[in-house]
């Protein structure tokens, strides 16, 4: 829990590094151990060290103002009104919708900002001095909800205007670019709401899996649409299917059963496809297993804040909510934890999920270079009636998964398993994969991803990790065919920074030599990053003592 001393107290709100007033978005930068909460009624993002270590944990950072104590508004590059929304895309860049100035502030390598720096960037407005409102395909109305895709696509929920834009590669916008695409609306200037399949009426938020599949969770209609392929959809396009009504043209408005929902203003989904929509009059948050299969109007498979399907009432305890005003979820997939901003509480509260994962224990699942081979590698500690998996693969600038081959699990075993492949010929860009584990009888369940970026093959010369494992030190070489800026990292197996071993200049004359020192490390699997202006690598180490 963020914001409160303890589970029963919800009145300690205020402008501190340890407290909430309002918080609505929520979301988390896992590559760079960072979590972010839109702290809506101070005008301000906080950014978390992550994983959390303690409840009431302070901020370590504050954007929007210059200090923890400050809530005012403005319409400048280091100030905000009412931010609502937030997402991170690859390399930490932070989108942040500030609401009540219609507009959306980009923060590159956020996890690096200093309190009250600027934004690099903004959507929805030409610069940063202006707030109006607008409704066409450069401006906004009140922006909440926030969703990236795997390839850089910004989805926002343009509240008032009812509809959803998309920007595609958002992070390389021009400051008040137009939108790419709309959907809840046959074009950029229209904004009458509606209840068919084609029409959204007041969106609070979205999400997007990795099958970019688009979830909005529509507050007026009561229900989420979902919208298959959405980068794909022509403006306007219709919903591929609707929870929380029976259909595409009824808006009834109950928040006691398994299949119904009033006020949803939050929405997630996670690697398995589970959906999680935060029920905001039913004080609850409901979610739905492999949400892209189930039947419009479908009953919720579970429930967090309210014991059963038919309590709604508000409560301030360790398993009850107050969700009167904007709410948002956030998912750490690897560690199976759900994050919920209890607004009217004045906290954020961490579930644990209630794994939808089938009996194998996955302990890891890693995809890296060597010269023009990738291997992928992973290993489970236990397996029950498992017959496989099915490795899939997204190629650069592709939406869809392909299927590249499928690996024949050990059945039940208590026993460590080892599986490995490997592949050759990729195309240079960013390759993503994913395992996808199927039980005998045909249940499955999707691993989280892990990706691997393929580099012009005469761009750079990476030596394999000797030894590898290594109990203290291990060393490698780097040559770069030209002078670049490169940065040399490794990273422990949550995805935080353990080691930078070189950040500047390489010449291309000789190849240069490095050191791994993992004395002072626990032993278990670690991360090699190398990153230049024209290079990207890999290498996954295993420290053993």
Excluded at 132 to 140: V, Y
Excluded at 233 to 254: C, I, N, W
Excluded at 318 to 330: F, K, Y
Excluded at 512 to 539: C, D, I, K, P
Aim: glycine fraction near 8%; charged fraction near 20%; aromatic fraction near 8%.
């Amino acid at each position: 829990m963020l914001g409160q001393a303890d589970f029963t107290t919800s009145t300690q709100a205020g402008t501190a590094a340890t407290t909430l007033d309002g918080p609505s978005g929520v979301c988390l930068d896992l590559s760079n151990g960072k979590m972010y909460i839109a702290d809506e009624d101070d005008h301000r993002v906080l950014r978390f060290a992550y994983p959390l270590t303690s409840d009431q944990q302070a901020a370590e950072a504050v954007l929007g103002q210059a200090d923890f104590t400050s809530s005012s508004t403005g319409t400048t590059a280091a100030t905000m009104n009412n931010p609502s929304g937030c997402a991170v895309g690859s390399g930490g860049v932070l989108f942040v919708s500030d609401q009540r100035n219609n507009r959306i502030l980009r923060f590159d390598s956020a996890h690096t900002k200093a309190s009250g720096a600027d934004a690099d960037g903004v959507l929805g407005q030409a610069d940063f001095t202006s707030g109006n409102d607008g409704t066409n395909a450069s401006r906004l109305d009140e922006p909440e909800g926030l969703a990236l895709d795997g390839d850089g696509r910004l989805y926002v929920a343009d509240r008032v205007n009812n509809r959803v834009l998309r920007f595609d590669n958002a992070a390389s916008k021009a400051d008040g670019a137009d939108a790419d695409g709309v959907l809840g609306q046959a074009d950029f200037t229209s904004s009458s709401g509606g209840v068919t399949a084609s029409r959204i009426e007041s969106p609070y938020d979205v999400a997007v899996d990795s099958d970019g599949r688009l979830y909005v969770a529509e507050s007026f209609n009561s229900r989420v649409l979902r919208f298959d392929d959405a980068a794909s959809k022509a403006d306007g396009a219709d919903a591929d299917g609707v929870l929380g009504q029976a259909d595409f043209t009824s808006r009834v408005a109950s928040s006691t059963s398994a299949s119904s929902m009033t006020l949803p203003y939050g929405v997630a989904v996670d690697a398995s496809g589970r959906l999680y929509v935060a029920d905001n009059s039913g004080k609850r948050v409901l979610f739905f297993d492999d949400a892209a299969s189930k039947s419009n109007g479908a009953d919720a498979d579970g429930v967090l804040g309210q014991a059963d399907f038919t309590s709604g009432s508000s409560s301030t305890t360790a398993s009850g909510l107050n969700l009167q005003a904007r709410s948002d979820i956030a998912i750490d997939d690897a560690n199976e934890q759900v994050y919920v901003t209890d607004t009217s509480n004045n906290r954020l509260l961490g579930f644990e999920a209630s794994s939808t994962a089938l009996p194998v224990e996955l302990t890891h699942f890693t995809a890296t270079r060597d010269g023009a081979t990738t291997y992928l590698a992973w290993t489970t500690a236990t397996e029950t009636n498992n017959a496989g998996f099915e490795l899939q693969h997204r190629a650069p600038r592709t939406a869809q998964w392909a299927v590249n081959a499928f690996i024949p699990g050990h059945g039940t075993t208590l026993q460590t398993q080892a599986y490995d492949y490997r592949l050759t010929d990729l195309a240079p860009g960013t390759h993503r994969f994913r395992l996808k584990q199927i039980d005998y009888d045909g249940t499955f369940d999707y691993s989280p991803e892990v990706e691997v970026t393929v580099a012009l093959a005469s761009a750079y010369q990476l030596s394999a990790v000797y030894p590898n494992p290594f109990q203290a030190e291990a060393v490698f070489t780097l040559a770069v065919r030209e002078p670049q800026l490169v940065r040399v990292a490794v990273y422990d197996a949550l995805g935080r920074e353990v080691a930078l071993l070189h950040e500047g200049t390489l010449s291309a004359e000789a190849s240069h030599r490095f050191t791994v020192a993992g004395e002072a490390w626990s032993s278990g699997l670690y991360l090699l990053r190398v990153q230049g202006e024209r290079m990207s690598a890999t290498r996954a180490l295993t420290l053993v003592k």
